[in-house]
């Protein structure tokens, strides 16, 4: 469940906590889009490197790692197929553009976990459901997508508890083959499935008790200002954005390998 | 016999949920484990079939080690039966679900039939046999819970809050039941908040508190004593609060069973009457 503990969020104040959530939203939007538009490795090591110190400034190393070597396991996965796809397609050769490409395109997932992690980290899901209220979400979806990300943490722990108890009854997970240990999970997974199913009726009967959609509109206790570290990050995301699609358009990106 | 000794454990997120715990268990015994929310009474158990390894110390069960093997055999003479039924059913019948850890301890398919049938009259399931486990009601939810793992016979039951939604009734059978599987030397292991149920079975108590455990004894000691019970937040059993007002009256203070309160009652009566 490591993945999951790199997009749970903890209750600490520091500069990236305080930014406002839809700044950070647009940048790692941002990113998404550049990450996209290049597959070359050296602009998406680039992109690799950017969000370190967003990292340090929040103070969630420890968290942001172990997402990352939660992600390590598809990252491998995701190479070893771009290797095997190149390597039979081109007639049995492993040349050096075909693993710096393969190594682009696991970056490129890095890239995407990564910052995705940092914004899940720093960002309070009660933040995240006013931001999409002030962007004018209908309340239903913002609170559907509040409730849906708060609930992360309480379902990681709910299948740790699962795995236990078919543990206990004498469930190897990591014995058998590739196939076998897929078939392991659904003695976990259906418990999981049910009990989530049964937790949202649960969630919207109290809901509706507690006058749920009474009024059409609502009032906020916060609401959210646009401060002077959101301008700045503000400007720094619309700066990448800027020499990223100038760099794609004018400027040719070399590949490591020829220079080898 | 479980032997645990000096355990500490912390989770990964830091929190140390036992602080230096030791204690051992024979064979045979029952016993219930006590305390407030969070003070490491269920930590403590996972210990026993090594679903949790502690993090200092050693957790020796049948001597041996439980860092050296795996929950799989460790499970096979520790049943540990968790709070919540839910957080295991997933089979589409009931027989299913209760072959499911025999299948996986690799027991024969007419040995399997044989327990099945066998736990499900134990437990007074057997017309669930062909049910889905998800169309009945959680106190019979929890009894398939249960059998599914009384169905291997272990050595050793461990049950995490076993009377948590359970009727009255429910909960008298659960206790002969208990007592059932005493006779057949079996140790019981309860983790419980219910003190009515504790006081009506009469077992060895261990107290725990932030980690520690304050208090080990007999059941009939130790929840009867308000200061001991006061560190732990637990109010004494009613017949216990009873009996301490009653001290005055020369009546003695350790009482927590029903039939002997009658007695000691009915005898204090007839000697006012003389």
Redesign the interface.
Known sequence: MSVFDGLKFRRVYSPIHNLDPRIKFVYVCAVFVVAIIFSEILPLIALFLMPIPFVLLAGVQKEWLRSLRGAAFLAGFIFIVNIASNFFTSGYVLTAGAVETSAAMTLRFVVLVESFSVFFLTTSPDHLGLALEQTRVPYEFAFAFTTAVRFVPVLAE?AQ??M?????????LEKGGFLKRIRNY??VL??LI??AI?RSLELAEAMESRAWGATKKRTNLYALKLHRGDFALLAITIGVLVVAIYVRLYVPVPAISQFL | MIEVENVHFRYPNGVEALKGVSLVIKNGEFVAIMGQNGAGKTTLVKHFNGLLKPSEGVVRVNGVETTKTSVAALSRNAGFVFQNPDHQLFSETVEEEISFALKNFGFEAETIEKRITWALNLLGLAQYRKTSPFLLSGGERKRVALASVLAWNPETLILDEPTIGQDYQQKEKLRQFIVQMQTQGKTVVIVTHDVEFVAECNPRVLLMKEGAVVADGEGREILTDPEVLVQSSIVLPQIAQIFLKLAPLGLPKNVIDVYEAKEIVLKALEKRRK
């Open positions: 709910e508890t699962i236990d108890a078919q543990k206990a009854r004498g469930l190897e659904v003695p259906i418990p049910v009990s049964r």
